[in-house]
């Protein structure tokens, strides 16, 4: 009996030596699978960091490129309301230069002088705003609500209705923006 009794204490020694090396694997393995699972979360916030950092740089890339932009336009029409100050001046001029009488119509030689005066100061204007991208508004094209401002309709045989009948008031643009709209009378 005392082989048995041997071999039984033998076999739980060894029961409890495997049963301890089963609860070391456990361990392990579940030691494993934590570190696995941090590992993960650490891959999934990395990621997340990484996306979030490339939207930002790309938000951030397209806030640069839109303020260039503006200040491309900013400089470009720097000038628009000093052009727009100069309009009635140009006005004022072509309605001094319509008032002079011609000789044909009675004008005497001093008034030649100041008619001949006020076109070469109108011509400067026009060369000068030429040279600075302002431009006086087609008319040939016919009516544009977008650069025509209608201010009255008159009855008229030759032109069709919704013709531009008279110029009232020059308009002009600014390179590409409008400054003023030209005010017209157009055909019923």
Do not use: W
């Amino acid at each position: 009996m005392g082989g048995e009794h041997k071999d039984r204490k033998e076999r739980q020694e060894e029961e409890a030596v495997r049963e301890e090396e089963a609860e070391e694997k456990a361990e392990e393995s579940s030691a494993d699978d934590s570190k696995k699972s941090e590992l993960e979360e650490c891959k999934e916030k990395l990621s997340e960091c990484e996306d979030r950092y490339l939207r930002m740089h790309a938000e951030f890339e397209n806030i640069k490129k839109r303020m260039e932009r503006e200040k491309e336009k900013s400089v470009a029409y720097a000038q628009e309301q000093f052009a727009r100050d100069l309009l009635p001046v140009m006005d004022s001029l072509e309605l001094a230069l319509a008032s002079i009488p011609t000789p044909e119509e009675g004008g005497d030689e001093h008034l030649q002088k100041l008619r001949e005066g006020v076109q070469l100061t109108l011509d400067q204007f026009v060369k000068t705003f030429e040279k600075h991208h302002i431009k006086v508004v087609d008319i040939e094209e016919g009516f544009n609500p977008n650069f025509h401002e209608a201010v009255m309709q008159v009855e008229s045989e030759e032109h069709e209705s919704g013709q531009i009948v008279q110029v009232l008031q020059k308009g002009y643009t600014y390179k590409e923006r409008l400054l003023r709209p030209a005010m017209v009378s157009v055909a019923k």
